[in-house]
């Protein structure tokens, strides 16, 4: 068939097709579907030698004479199931990230989008929350725990029929401990009814708050990103408020993101109550015909403000005049699976298109952030009060290795016991943080220095007092615990190093009389039990709080007058560029739970480097102090914001060929990168911090650069070449721009 006359043809991003850059698809659309198949419209296309049919969605329309092509097979929706918006996004997006542009749209997409009926009764959600910790599984089971990484939750119906597996392949894997099904009773979703309260009137803002929501206000029509800097407990949602009050008024959509909406109860409820249906909510514990429901509503226009996660940043809103994003700072806004977004990107890109306020708000800014606020990138309002009569709470430092030379051996000092003490006396409340879960987090022989790890990863056993079980925190791993070293037989074996569970056994000795609550990854694995533990602890059913980072953040509890950080010294050490950062981070932000209403709150933070500066600057809250000193040491070391880095790792199960494929894509690198010089300084291949995990070996090679087109395209090309050498088939590869872990 040759002619030569212009026919439309349509560029189809194509489900399943192996990474290639710009490898999408050209069809021609037949003559009897040219006034249906527009940009977003997914269709059937016949792919490959057999030409069975595929789905895909068409992100490109042009003329063109060309006698090759092969014609779209038929429409799945009469309407585009995405707007020119969103799939711009997505063609600006893969290049970004390293993966397929339909990678991007399916992300984009809720799971079985016009498929889903009626949500069952039995829910399924997963144990393991780490991919790389799952067994070997069958390609049934690899089906369904995909589509439970990408969702979180779903029922177990939905599963079967959207994954075309039986009801048994869903009970193997609970059965591996993969996944736990549990009654739709146990869930509720706490939002639905909570209807709009009249009583959410006129808001009055403080002259702080008033300043920032005049300097915002006009960027809803003209556009531009804004970071708000305010102080814990200085009213920050109170500017959101009023700035989507006014969004809303002139018929603008609003996205709110927050970190994790298990952290965050109260912000949902404080705008549901406030909008009603207007708010759509969308996180990963909805099942998936209920998020369904949820998108639905928002791409018909009947949510306006649709409140939610990170992937919350794809809402299908038509006419976007803002996107909040709460603590701008927290790693979850980072995808650590494909595609390897920063919803901070993806938000940057909608708000331009759409002359948006893109608005980042935190008490703790990131590095880069802030930074760019002070270059006059972002236009920068602070909110340096806490709302009323608050006060930031006193904060006393406490020396552990002292304690120890003292004669104190248990995790908690005498300061903090005696501010405990005072805390119950007076009938206020006390939440400490330590950074581990279990009971001993190391446990190694005395005599020949054995250290007990897991038989498939690098990593040491933890012991598990409430099982009384020796426990690997990456694969899941248990035994039973050793009485005698397995290599020397020596029975002087040494458990060191608390967790969760120490902290509350030694209170408990201590406070026998304390209603204690811990909240850790192994109290906490039903859906919505965050939100039932805060409202209990809120309530006043318990004294004092014991959990790890989740008790950190966003909350706000009138009564909790003392906050204790059993162990500040738990994330400064790890190597990553940005420790310090993070530990800046959580100990201000938990510091800030104390003392939020009219009585000062007290904090005690317990480590033994007293004079680190970092846990001194979070001592004193002082942001700026913590700033200026940390952007020195970042531009002596060349790290963000200073460059960017491109992070690769290569994972597989023969060690060798992993890390010969690392030196490959170094050599590939080098060779390329000879003809169009591009400044890069290369780190490694090195085996990664955990080498082995869950049996699969794991090296990384890390790049300092200039996040660029050409950089980009560099490494496009080089992850092109790689996947076509067969020795490295096994091995997979992947790229991540600015990764918040370099482990
Ligand atoms: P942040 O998010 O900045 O930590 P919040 O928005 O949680 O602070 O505010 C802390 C407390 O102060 C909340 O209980 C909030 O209702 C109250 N608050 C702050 N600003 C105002 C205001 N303008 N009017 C009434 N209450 C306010
Ligand atoms: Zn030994
Ligand atoms: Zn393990």
Same mark, same amino acid.
């Given at each position: 068939m040759s002619e030569n006359i212009n026919r439309t043809v349509a560029t189809v991003a194509v489900e399943k097709t192996f990474f290639s850059p710009g490898c999408d698809y050209d069809y021609y659309v037949p003559a009897d579907l040219c006034d249906n198949v527009k940009l977003g419209t997914a269709v059937r296309v016949p792919f490959g030698k057999g030409n069975r049919l595929r789905n895909g969605i068409v992100i490109k329309l042009y003329a063109a004479i060309n006698s090759d092509l092969k014609e779209i097979d038929s429409l799945i929706s009469d309407v585009p199931v995405l707007s020119e918006e969103l799939v711009s996004l997505a063609v600006w997006l893969k290049e970004r990230c390293f993966c397929s542009t339909y990678d991007c749209l399916w992300q984009m997409l809720p799971r079985g989008y016009g498929r889903i009926k009626d949500a069952g009764e039995k829910m399924a959600e997963l144990v393991i929350t780490d991919e790389t910790q799952l067994p070997k599984l069958t390609s049934k089971q690899r089906s369904v725990t995909d589509l439970l990484f990408d969702v979180g939750t779903a029922a177990v119906d939905e599963l079967c029929e959207f994954c075309s597996v039986g009801q048994s392949v869903i009970k193997n894997l609970e059965k591996y401990g993969v996944l736990r099904i549990y009654k739709k009773e146990t869930y509720r979703n706490p939002y639905a009814n909570i209807s709009a309260d009249t009583e959410c009137g006129e808001i009055t803002l403080t002259d702080e708050q008033k300043k920032a929501y005049e300097t915002y206000l006009p960027m809803l029509d003209k556009g531009g990103t804004g970071l708000l800097f305010g102080i814990t407990g200085s009213g920050k949602t109170q500017v959101y408020l009023k700035l989507i009050d006014k969004a809303v008024e002139k018929g603008k959509d609003v996205i709110v993101l927050v970190p994790e909406i298990g952290l965050t109860p109260q912000v949902i409820s404080i705008f549901r109550r406030r909008y009603g249906d207007l708010v759509a909510v969308l996180h990963s514990g909805l099942s998936l015909g209920e998020r369904n429901d949820e998108y639905k509503r928002t791409s018909k226009g009947l949510a306006k403000i649709v409140v939610g996660t990170r992937?919350?940043?794809?809402?299908?809103?038509?006419?976007?005049?803002?996107?909040?994003?709460?603590? !701008?700072? !927290?790693?979850?806004?980072?995808?650590?699976?494909?595609?390897?977004?920063? +919803?901070?990107?993806?938000?940057?890109?909608?708000?331009?298109?759409?002359?948006?306020?893109?608005?980042?708000?935190? +008490?703790?800014?990131?590095?880069?952030?802030?930074?760019?606020?002070?270059?006059?990138?972002?236009?920068?309002?602070?909110?340096?009060?806490?709302?009323?009569?608050?006060?930031?709470?006193?904060?006393? @430092?406490?020396?552990?290795?002292?304690?120890?030379?003292?004669?104190?051996? @248990?995790?908690?000092? #005498?300061? *903090?016991?005696?501010?405990?003490?005072?805390?119950?006396?007076?009938?206020?409340?006390?939440?400490?943080?330590?950074?581990?879960?279990?009971?001993?987090?190391?446990?190694?022989?005395?005599?020949?220095?054995?250290?007990?790890? %897991?038989?498939? =990863?690098?990593?040491?056993?933890?012991?598990?007092?409430?099982?009384?079980?020796?426990?690997?925190? &990456? %694969?899941?791993?248990?035994?039973?615990?050793?009485?005698? =070293?397995?290599?020397?037989?020596?029975?002087?074996?040494? &458990?060191?190093?608390?967790?969760?569970?120490?902290? !509350?056994?030694?209170?408990?000795?201590?406070?026998?009389?304390?209603?204690?609550?811990?909240?850790?990854?192994?109290?906490?694995?039903?859906?919505?039990?965050?939100?039932?533990?805060?409202?209990?602890?809120?309530?006043?059913?318990?004294?004092?709080?014991?959990?790890?980072?989740?008790? +950190?953040?966003?909350?706000?509890?009138?009564?909790?007058? *003392?906050?204790?950080?059993?162990?500040?010294?738990?994330?400064?050490?790890?190597?990553? /560029?940005?420790?310090?950062?993070? %530990?800046?981070?959580?100990?201000?932000?938990?510091?800030?739970?104390?003392?939020?209403?009219?009585?000062?709150?007290?904090?005690?933070?317990?480590?033994?480097?007293?004079?680190?500066?970092?846990?001194?600057?979070? #001592?004193?809250?002082?942001?700026?102090?913590?700033?200026?000193?940390?952007?020195?040491?970042?531009? #002596?070391?060349?790290?963000?914001?200073? =460059?960017?880095?491109?992070?690769?790792?290569?994972?597989?199960?023969?060690?060798?060929?992993?890390?010969?494929?690392?030196?490959?894509?170094?050599?590939?690198?080098?060779? *390329?990168?000879?003809?169009?010089?591009?400044?890069?300084?290369?780190?490694?291949?090195?085996?990664?911090?955990?080498?082995?995990?869950?049996?699969? /070996?794991?090296?990384?090679?890390?790049?300092?650069?200039?996040?660029?087109?050409?950089?980009?395209?560099?490494?496009?090309?080089?992850?092109?070449?790689?996947?076509?050498?067969? !020795?490295?088939?096994?091995?997979?590869?992947?790229?991540?721009?600015?990764?918040?872990?370099l482990n």
């Open positions: 992937s919350a940043v794809f809402a299908p809103l038509r006419n976007l005049g803002l996107i909040i994003m709460d603590e !701008e700072q !927290e790693h979850t806004y980072k995808s650590e699976r494909t595609p390897r977004y920063h +919803a901070a990107d993806v938000a940057n890109f909608r708000c331009r298109y759409n002359n948006a306020l893109f608005l980042m708000a935190s +008490a703790t800014p990131s590095i880069e952030s802030y930074s760019n606020a002070l270059a006059g990138k972002y236009v920068l309002c602070e909110l340096t009060k806490r709302y009323g009569d608050a006060q930031l709470p006193q904060v006393i @430092t406490v020396d552990m290795k002292a304690e120890m030379k003292s004669g104190n051996h @248990t995790p908690i000092s #005498a300061k *903090l016991r005696e501010l405990l003490q005072e805390t119950l006396d007076n009938n206020k409340q006390a939440i400490l943080l330590i950074n581990r879960r279990g009971y001993n987090t190391f446990i190694a022989c005395n005599d020949c220095g054995h250290v007990i790890t %897991c038989p498939s =990863c690098s990593i040491s056993l933890t012991y598990h007092s409430y099982s009384n079980k020796l426990v690997c925190h &990456y %694969c899941g791993y248990t035994k039973s615990l050793d009485t005698k =070293c397995p290599e020397c037989s020596s029975e002087n074996i040494r &458990y060191s190093g608390y967790g969760t569970q120490k902290i !509350e056994d030694t209170l408990e000795v201590l406070f026998p009389q304390a209603r204690l609550l811990r909240m850790d990854a192994d109290t906490t694995s039903a859906k919505f039990s965050h939100d039932r533990m805060f409202s209990d602890f809120a309530q006043h059913k318990y004294d004092i709080l014991v959990g790890t980072q989740m008790v +950190a953040k966003g909350l706000d509890f009138p009564d909790v007058t *003392l906050v204790g950080v059993v162990n500040a010294d738990n994330s400064l050490y790890d190597e990553n /560029y940005n420790s310090s950062e993070r %530990c800046f981070d959580l100990i201000t932000q938990v510091v800030g739970r104390s003392g939020r209403r009219d009585c000062q709150g007290m904090a005690v933070i317990q480590t033994v480097n007293p004079y680190n500066e970092c846990i001194e600057f979070a #001592a004193n809250q002082d942001y700026k102090g913590f700033y200026s000193n940390e952007i020195m040491v970042r531009k #002596a070391l060349v790290y963000p914001p200073f =460059c960017d880095i491109i992070s690769v790792s290569f994972t597989g199960e023969n060690d060798n060929t992993a890390a010969m494929c690392a030196k490959s894509f170094l050599d590939i690198l080098k060779e *390329l990168n000879s003809q169009n010089p591009q400044k890069l300084i290369v780190l490694g291949p090195s085996p990664a911090k955990i080498h082995k995990l869950n049996n699969r /070996y794991r090296y990384r090679l890390c790049v300092k650069c200039k996040n660029s087109k050409n950089v980009r395209s560099l490494f496009n090309e080089i992850l092109n070449k790689i996947s076509k050498i067969k !020795e490295y088939k096994e091995i997979s590869v992947s790229i991540d721009l600015n990764p918040y872990d």
